[in-house]
């Protein structure tokens, strides 16, 4: 069986509010409120896996050399 003592929650949910918080920081840097609140909303309903997405897409686009 799996056991987890207290401060392991502790630290798994302090995780998991750090990257929340850190996705939405980064969601929120968009240029465009409708991406904001789609992100936003992914974020908060799938809180894990909303935020690693947000923070790879983020830095994925951050790199593309943008032309003008």
């Keep these: 069986m799996l056991f987890l003592y207290p401060f392991q929650i502790i630290i798994m949910l302090t995780v998991l509010l750090f990257l929340v918080v ?9 240029k465009s409120n409708t991406r904001f ?5 992914f974020i908060l309903l799938v809180p894990f896996i909303g935020a690693l997405a947000c923070i790879i897409s983020y830095y994925a686009n951050k ?6």
């Design 22 to 30: 850190y996705a939405l920081v980064l969601a929120s840097k968009n």
């Design 37 to 41: 609140l789609i992100w936003g909303a």
């Design 63 to 68: 790199n593309k050399v943008v032309s003008a």
